[in-house]
């Protein structure tokens, strides 16, 4: 039987309003990739098992290409994290998403280009299934609990999140074309973190929060530099904080909702394709949580 455990990824500022008021346990596991960016505080939550890490470190210390992602994902499922909420600070691409509304994307396009993307390549090849990037179940758990918060917060179903590998933003070029191609948001964090959460068998669901129009919308022409990042960190204050409404609103309900019969679970099982007889006992040790159930003692004869 699987024990439900959520991972809650996002900024700083967002895991510590969600740990306000509960003690956890701190862990900060060597994983084959590295450590974590932080040590990952486990908590309960709401009744429910959580564990939640930081994304860019103490202090925000790592930029989007830095950020551990494998050592993040793997030390989560060691920990036995089934579930993945993340959140990211994003540019609208769409007139009609708001800043300050939340956005729930279903696809995503890929443009980052500096990243570890895969556990797998050295030794052990998989190819895992990635045409529902982010996971439907969980798509769908976070709308329902966005339906139901109170206040007017509005919360987009579906859409495109674009990653771009950063540091620096678009250009307004970049922008349009963003916009062609379909693009409801642009951030630089979710990938490889969701296709990694898949890697690892990991339902992933993103709530992604929407701070401005990217560049593509012409400012308004008296507004100073000042005011408009003034107007940007309003924004993130009041999408964050809806955010945090919706994980809470979200966790409560899973224990209730969850199926683990979600293909998220099993991604790995037709995805292993190396001769298992020329998978070295020392990959697989490294790899045991990922592959020990397809490749352990007892499936190996
Ligand atoms: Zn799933």
């Known amino acids: 039987m699987n024990k439900l455990k959520v991972?809650?990824?996002?900024?700083?500022?967002?895991?510590?309003?969600?740990?306000?008021n509960s003690q956890g346990e701190s862990y900060n596991p060597r994983t084959p990739f590295g450590r974590p960016s932080a040590p990952i505080i486990c908590t309960q939550f709401?009744?429910?098992?959580v564990c939640i890490p930081a994304r860019h470190g103490?202090?925000?210390?790592?930029?989007?290409?830095?950020?551990?992602?494998?050592?993040?994902?793997?030390?989560?499922?060691?920990?036995?994290?089934?579930?993945?909420?993340?959140?990211?600070?994003?540019?609208?691409?769409?007139e009609d998403v708001h800043p300050g509304d939340l956005l729930?994307?279903?696809?995503?396009?890929?443009?980052?280009?500096?990243?570890?993307?895969?556990?797998?390549?050295?030794?052990?090849?998989?190819?895992?299934?990635?045409?529902?990037?982010?996971?439907?179940?969980?798509?769908?758990?976070?709308?329902?609990?966005?339906?139901?918060?109170?206040g007017d917060v509005k919360v987009h179903e579906g859409g495109t999140y674009i990653c771009?590998?950063?540091?620096?933003?678009?250009?307004?070029?970049?922008?349009?074309?963003?916009?062609?191609?379909?693009?409801?948001?642009i951030g630089m964090t979710c990938m490889p973190e969701a296709k990694l959460a898949r890697e690892a068998e990991i339902c992933y669901g993103l709530v992604?929060?929407?701070?401005?129009?990217?560049?593509?919308?012409?400012?308004?022409?008296?507004?100073?530099?000042?005011?408009?990042?003034k107007?940007?960190?309003?924004?993130?204050?009041?999408a964050a904080e809806n955010a945090i409404k919706l994980i809470k609103s979200v966790v409560s309900i899973?224990?209730?909702?969850?199926?683990?019969?979600?293909?998220c679970q099993s991604s790995l099982e037709l995805g292993i394709w190396t001769d298992r007889t020329m998978i070295s006992p020392a990959t697989i040790r490294e790899l045991e949580p990922l592959v020990g159930k397809y490749l352990g003692h007892s499936k190996r004869c």
């Open 164 to 185: 771009m590998e950063g540091p620096q933003f678009s250009s307004r070029a970049e922008s349009l074309l963003h916009r062609q191609w379909g693009g409801s948001v």
């Open 104 to 150: 729930i994307p279903d696809q995503a396009i890929d443009k980052t280009f500096k990243r570890e993307g895969s556990f797998f390549g050295d030794g052990i090849v998989a190819h895992v299934e990635f045409d529902q990037p982010f996971c439907p179940q969980m798509q769908k758990l976070l709308f329902q609990a966005g339906q139901k918060l109170e």
């Open 231 to 238: 107007e940007i960190i309003g924004n993130m204050n009041t």
């Open 7 to 20: 991972g809650i990824i996002g900024g700083s500022g967002l895991g510590q309003s969600l740990l306000a």
């Open 58 to 94: 103490q202090g925000h210390r790592y930029s989007p290409s830095h950020v551990p992602y494998r050592a993040n994902i793997f030390a989560m499922k060691m920990l036995g994290v089934t579930h993945i909420i993340a959140s990211g600070a994003v540019g609208s691409l769409r």
């Open 46 to 49: 709401e009744g429910v098992d």
């Open 254 to 263: 899973m224990p209730e909702k969850v199926d683990f019969n979600c293909a």
């Open 208 to 229: 992604t929060l929407p701070t401005d129009y990217d560049c593509w919308k012409p400012k308004p022409a008296n507004m100073e530099k000042r005011d408009l990042l």
